[in-house]
């Protein structure tokens, strides 16, 4: 077509330079569906605090991958002194406008975090207060 390269969206992809741990290093950085993972509970709190309610199997993992991208704009030598919001050049969605479609799945948080809970990652008080 004649469209533009540049609004062709992008599929982000796990960073090879960011720690997964031994398990979703075997999977090239991409968690395990279903499976409580520590980081997507800390993108679930980060972004509950922002306003943003997440649930645990897609909306985490979705915003976990994105910060890891979003987070990376700057890096390097390239600090956002000259007032250019584009960034690293390297990073995917440096210069884009991110559009993210909340698709649902709030009514399941409950059983999502009791799952957490038996695998250590919370405890019970914690769950209440959700």
Aim: charged share 25%; glycine share 10%.
């Amino acid at each position: 077509g004649n469209g533009r390269a540049e609004d062709v969206p992008v599929v982000l992809k796990p960073r090879s330079d960011v720690e997964y741990g031994t398990a979703r290093r075997r999977s090239k950085g991409y968690f395990t569906f279903g499976e409580p993972a520590k980081a997507l509970l800390e993108t679930y709190d980060e972004m509950n605090e922002c306003g943003l309610f997440l649930d645990l199997l897609y909306g985490a993992p979705a915003w976990s991958l994105l910060l890891q991208h979003w987070r990376t704009r700057y890096d390097g030598n390239n600090n956002n002194n000259n007032n250019n919001d584009h960034g690293n050049s390297d990073c995917p969605i440096a210069g884009r406008q991110v559009m993210y479609v909340h698709s649902g799945g709030l009514e399941g948080i409950a059983s999502q975090l009791t799952r957490y809970k038996h695998k250590g990652l919370i405890d019970a008080r914690t769950i209440q207060l959700s």
